[in-house]
């Protein structure tokens, strides 16, 4: 995984700063046929398949690709992209 460091001025001197960057999953499971009132915490779907990235950009291209899957476009499987915790970073 890469990390960015952005240069942060303090009395002159250049030192490297904390960020906080937000991961991501993206999640490939079956639809249920009794999709009635769908409650993940209770009842969640069945994973096919789960992918972590580390930006934004990265998780639509590979929710897009998802969504490209025959299964997808029937409407037997869905494709959720969910941001998860925020994590500090130092240089």
């Known amino acids: 995984m890469r990390t960015v460091q952005l240069p942060h001025q303090r009395h002159g001197i250049t030192e490297p700063s904390p ?5 991501y999953l993206v999640v490939l499971t079956d639809v249920r046929s009794h999709d009635g009132g769908r409650d993940e915490r209770a009842s969640p779907e069945r994973r096919r398949q789960v992918v ?3 930006s934004r950009e990265a998780a639509e291209r590979i929710a897009g690709a998802f969504m490209a899957l025959g299964m997808v476009r ?12 925020r994590r500090r970073i130092r240089g």
Do not use: N
């Open 19 to 23: 960020m906080a960057l937000t991961r």
């Open 52 to 54: 972590g990235a580390s």
């Open 74 to 85: 029937a409407g037997r499987q869905r494709v959720k992209l969910i941001a998860i915790g």
